[in-house]
């Protein structure tokens, strides 16, 4: 019988290979092993490849966008905003199991600060809308 090992990816010349969890240099690591120095497993090499992940970029985009949003009587922004809250637990999700590119932390992260920025003046704005639309029912005619 044959000993199948993992197989090892390619070398190549972008530096070291870091751990997703804990930035451990594993380059001489199998893909499909574990790291040696906090046990995650290594299901994809991580260099510095420059490709991030759709999920981050969709968090981003949706958080910016929650922002404006919030001007439309907030609904939009609401929703946009938990939308942009949702991939980017996503995102993180797969950049800790090591299904995503660690370029991609940075996205997420600004798609989820934008999405709670949104939502917040989203929720603001819709409650001063409410506040304004009872006044102005209550006042009559």
């Given at each position: 019988m044959h000993d199948q090992s993992p197989p090892v990816a390619p070398p190549t010349n972008?530096?070291?290979?870091?751990?997703?969890?804990?930035?451990?240099?594993?380059?001489?690591?199998?893909?499909?092993?574990?790291?040696?120095?906090?046990g995650s497993p290594i299901n994809q090499r991580m260099g510095d490849t420059g490709q991030t992940q759709g999920k981050a970029i969709t968090a981003l985009v949706l958080g910016i966008c929650s922002i404006p949003g919030c001007f439309l009587y907030g609904i939009p922004g609401i929703i946009l905003g938990i939308l942009a809250i949702f991939f980017h637990r996503q995102a993180s999700v797969a950049i800790q199991e090591g299904r995503a590119p660690v370029s991609s932390a940075g996205l997420a992260k600004g798609?989820?600060?934008?999405?709670?920025?949104?939502?917040?003046?989203?929720?603001?704005?819709?409650?001063?809308?409410?506040?304004?639309?009872?006044?102005?029912?209550?006042?009559?005619?």
């Open positions: 972008t530096g070291p290979v870091l751990c997703a969890s804990c930035r451990y240099d594993i380059s001489d690591q199998p893909v499909g092993g574990r790291c040696p120095e906090c798609g989820l600060i934008c999405g709670i920025v949104g939502l917040s003046l989203s929720v603001i704005y819709f409650l001063f809308m409410a506040v304004m639309i009872i006044i102005a029912v209550a006042a009559g005619p």
